[in-house]
T-cell receptor, first 114, second 113 residues
Framework: DAGVIQSPRHEVTEMGQEVTLRCKPI?????LFWYRQTMMRGLELLIY????????DSGMPEDRFSAKMPNASFSTLKIQPSEPRDSAVYFC????????????FGQGTRLTVV | GQQLNQSPQSMFIQEGEDVSMNCTSS?????WLWYKQDPGEGPVLLIA?????ELTSNGRLTAQFGTTRKDSFLNISASIPSDVGIYFC??????FGAGKSTFGDGTTLTVKP
């Protein structure tokens, strides 16, 4: 298995622009997580899905952030409009609920908003 | 919500030395996980602990789930240069769903050859 695949690996955008981050979880995994990592706040859980349904989005910072999971093999995290303070590394992770509790992480998307 | 205090924040050691780091929580967790993150990569699971008092090894790594369920430690024996990276502890409450973890702030390990 190729693992969790995220795209793009790097994104530089101007303030006010829309940004879409993409994630392909490991095939067969039924839980998907979006995390954000910054020096100041560490790793923060933004939202997670079970069987494509959002379960807990309490970590989503503002209405500018939205996440979707239209099917079991794809998820997006969108920021509209983006701001410089959104600059961070965004990780997607997936796990197989009911089998074990380990989450497998993608390589992340480094977002820079200028 | 839950908060994890991970210490030390950073360590500079000589190759061959042993390393110890720990995590404490203000509340109970059902599962403790230890991850390692290399530069430019996502965290990778090293050890998972599921029962209070459990002691688990993975090669040169040993981790324990504290009996109070509010702490865990990770030991690395005979460190080597490739041990360099950021080590994170993470706690889970199973009823909140598999993989939903609260992460510590990380311990940055530097190993001098």
């Amino acid at each position: 298995d190729a693992g969790v695949i995220q795209s793009p690996r790097h994104e530089v955008t101007e303030m006010g622009q829309e940004v879409t981050l993409r994630c392909k979880p490991i095939s067969g995994h039924n839980s998907l997580f979006w995390y954000r990592q910054t020096m100041m706040r560490g790793l923060e859980l933004l939202i997670y899905f079970n069987n494509n349904v959002p379960i807990d989005d309490s970590g989503m910072p503002e209405d500018r952030f939205s996440a979707k999971m239209p099917n079991a093999s794809f998820s997006t995290l969108k920021i509209q409009p983006s701001e410089p303070r959104d600059s961070a590394v965004y990780f997607c992770a997936s796990s197989n609920r009911g089998v074990n509790t380990e989450a497998f992480f993608g390589q992340g998307t480094r977002l820079t908003v200028v | 919500g839950q908060q994890l205090n991970q210490s030390p924040q950073s360590m500079f050691i000589q190759e061959g030395e042993d390393v110890s780091m720990n995590c404490t929580s203000s509340s109970i967790f059902n599962t403790w996980l230890w991850y390692k993150q290399d530069p430019g990569e996502g965290p990778v699971l090293l050890i998972a602990l599921y029962k209070a008092g459990e002691l688990t090894s993975n090669g040169r790594l040993t981790a324990q789930f504290g009996t109070t369920r509010k702490d865990s430690f990770l030991n690395i024996s005979a460190s080597i240069p490739s041990d360099v990276g950021i080590y994170f502890c993470a706690g889970q409450l199973r009823n909140f769903g598999a993989g939903k973890s609260t992460f510590g702030d990380g311990t940055t390990l530097t190993v001098k050859p």
